[in-house]
């Protein structure tokens, strides 16, 4: 059953400390970063959506359909904004990401057996239009070597301390935060990695 905007929005009320705090520091993150006036414009307009949606998962650990659909029509609307003033393929860099973050996701749905939900591939598709080919891949390693070193840090704890169970760990806050490095360091990230080969 999907759930209503007026589910979404009474989350969002009552958790909207850490909503607004995590989105004005990716906002102040993307102002220094970011140069060129229509990435940061992107990047802002989504960030609106990329935060909420990650903030909830960590909280509820769901993922919700709606949130994603206006996270992939921000992007569409941003690529398609590029594509009219500055050109250069703009619109298929964002659908090749949106394919790439969608599809790499699917195959480790597919290949996991449950254990990632379907709402973290619509997450995923959505980022991608926002990122593009290139930041996709990279948001897409970043992802899950972050999210492999907080299920260490998870496993290691509930070990130590005798518990049997270990808790689920969504997957929406380390797509949000791989997404975020890739958007913001990107190009660095991968002539750093380029230098280590």
Known sequence: MATSWGVIIFQLREHWRPTVLLMAAALGLEAAAIKETGDLWAAAVCTAVMVPEAVL??????????LSLALFAAGLSAALAA??????????????????????????YLGSRGGLGFGDICY?????????????????CLTFMLGLAAAAVVYLHSFASGRKTI?????????????????????ELMAWYIRML
């Not at 995923?124 to 897409?140: I, N, Q, R, S, Y």
Request: charged fraction near 10%; charge should be positive.
């Open 57 to 66: 998962d960590g909280i509820y650990c769901r993922l919700y359909h709606r």
């Open 83 to 108: 594509e009219l003033v500055y050109g250069y393929g703009q619109l298929w860099r964002a659908a090749g990401g949106s394919a790439c973050f969608g599809g790499l996701l699917l195959a480790v």
């Open 167 to 187: 808790r689920q760990i969504p997957l929406g806050p380390f797509m949000l935060l791989g997404s975020l490095m890739s958007l913001l360091w990107g190009r």
């Open 124 to 140: 995923g598709t959505a980022l991608g239009m926002v990122l593009g080919m290139e930041k996709a891949v990279l948001a897409f």
